[in-house]
Nanobody
Framework: VQLQASGGGQVQPGGSLRLSCAAS????????IGWFRQAPGKEREGVSC????????YYSYSVKGRFTISRDNVKNTVFLQMNNLKPEDTAVYYC???????????????????WGQGTLVTVSS
């Protein structure tokens, strides 16, 4: 099972992008879904997640107030709306199912979880 991440691209600082994470083989609403990113030479970090039980969300300090995660259960898709993008947001963004998502924590996926293939976001002028 693989999730499908899309929506990346190149934007200028201050611009916006909306990433999508879709699935055809699993129902995303049954899972916590997280977005992770990895910049060149850096470790992969958790950016945001949305809980499957009560819709609670988590944002890392670096993106809080600029990014918004949401679900569309009809489309079986999770979105990450990214506003006021900064050069330091440049990275490959991945979505994945996560075992735990609360307002103050995103747990890294386990070997039993599913990943998307990644979508590149480049913020530059």
């Amino acid at each position: 099972v693989q999730l499908q991440a899309s929506g990346g691209g190149q934007v200028q600082p201050g611009g916006s992008l909306r990433l999508s994470c879709a699935a055809s083989e699993i129902t995303l609403n049954y899972h916590g879904i997280g977005w992770f990113r990895q910049a060149p030479g850096k470790e992969r970090e958790g950016v945001s997640c949305i809980n499957n039980r009560d819709g609670r969300t988590y944002y890392s300090y670096s993106v809080k107030g600029r990014f918004t995660i949401s679900r569309d259960n009809v489309k079986n898709t999770v979105f990450l709306q990214m506003n006021n993008l900064k050069p330091e947001d440049t990275a490959v963004y991945y979505c994945a199912t996560v075992p735990v998502c609360r307002t103050n924590i995103i747990q890294r996926p386990t070997p039993e979880d599913y990943w998307g293939q990644g979508t590149l976001v480049t913020v530059s002028s």
